[in-house]
């Protein structure tokens, strides 16, 4: 890597980013931010061919739970864009908290970062009784054990990094190539649904762009520590499955019978994206797209 000639306090940081983890999201960051014209590195573990990396970005060939001060020093911004190896708790805190920490320890050598970027999750909300979330409501103490490492996650580097840390919460992540939501709603044979089971979703090119976006906002134009990644739509699960069934000309889902009194799960998000980030700011607009492209 090439890296530019020492910054003096009188002139202006030129931005470098470098991305922690090249998985469907993290690379698009990357490369998106080369087409920007934008100093940008993506660091994984495996070699660079197995990654579809323009061929303007650099790379570096890393663990980030072993990277040194000296590896990572010129670097002015920092996202860790990272998923487990596989979905137990053990791999999240290996991978979640563990890279955290790990950046977090090297805070005191790294005088060049002026933003650490943590791609976190809006399962750190404990809270699941259909509640209105915004950027003012803390975390209550989440039920999984993954999510509580994830939250851990984002207080080491708030502890480590203050207002430099900035924490991207998205929320249900959906897209041409994720189809879950997709492949339940052609089912012919549906499993009863709760009628109130709230949820919340964003499209991946749309969480893509929020995360870029983040890194290039000057500090003076409204950054905040928390952003909501999700559209502006929470809704039930068995509204969307139902609309989407209806599109597919699929059967419509069974509401399950309410036993133990419960009537609202889950819960609703109040976005804090800027509208002009967003591309589909609800999710009819998004799987209308998926939808015609499939």
């Known amino acids: 890597m090439s890296q530019s ?13 470098l991305i922690i983890g090249q998985g469907d999201i993290g690379l698009e960051v990357t490369n998106t931010l080369t087409k920007a014209q934008k100093p940008v590195t993506g660091l994984a573990r495996r070699e660079r ?12 060939q890393a663990d980030a739970l072993k990277l040194t001060a000296e590896q990572i020093q010129d670097f002015t911004h920092i996202a860790i864009i990272v998923a487990p190896n596989n979905y137990d708790a053990k791999n999240y ?14 805070q005191s050598q790294l005088p060049q970062l002026t933003r ?38 984002e207080q080491v ?30 089912e012919q044979q549906k499993e009863p649904m709760p009628l109130s089971d709230w949820t919340n979703r964003i499209m991946d090119s749309d969480l893509v762009n929020i995360i870029v976006q983040v890194l290039m906002l000057d500090k003076n134009d409204g950054l ?16 969307i499955t ?5 599109q597919l000309n699929s059967t419509a889902p069974i509401a399950k019978p309410d036993t133990d009194g419960h009537n609202l799960s889950g819960k609703r998000l109040h976005s804090n994206i800027p509208r002009d980030w967003l591309q589909f700011p609800d999710w009819q607009s998004g799987y209308m797209h998926i939808l015609k492209s499939i």
């Open 5 to 17: 000639a020492a910054i003096t306090s009188s002139s202006p940081k030129k931005s470098n980013y």
């Open 49 to 60: 061919h197995e990654y579809d990396l323009d061929n303007q970005a650099q790379f570096l």
């Open 93 to 106: 805190k290996n991978t979640y908290l563990g890279i955290a920490q790990h950046i977090a320890e090297l």
């Open 116 to 153: 650490v970027v943590f791609i976190s999750s809006t399962g750190v909300y404990g809270q699941e009784e259909g509640q209105w979330i915004d950027e003012t409501v803390e975390p209550q103490f989440p039920k999984r054990e993954a999510s509580q490492y994830i939250l851990q996650a």
């Open 157 to 186: 580097l708030q502890q480590a990094y203050g207002e430099r840390a900035v924490i991207i919460r998205p929320s249900g992540i959906y897209g041409e190539q994720r189809l879950m939501r997709v492949s339940k709603a052609k």
């Open 224 to 239: 905040k520590p928390v952003y909501l990644a999700t559209d502006y739509a929470p809704v039930t699960s068995f509204e």
């Open 242 to 246: 139902t609309w989407l069934a209806e």
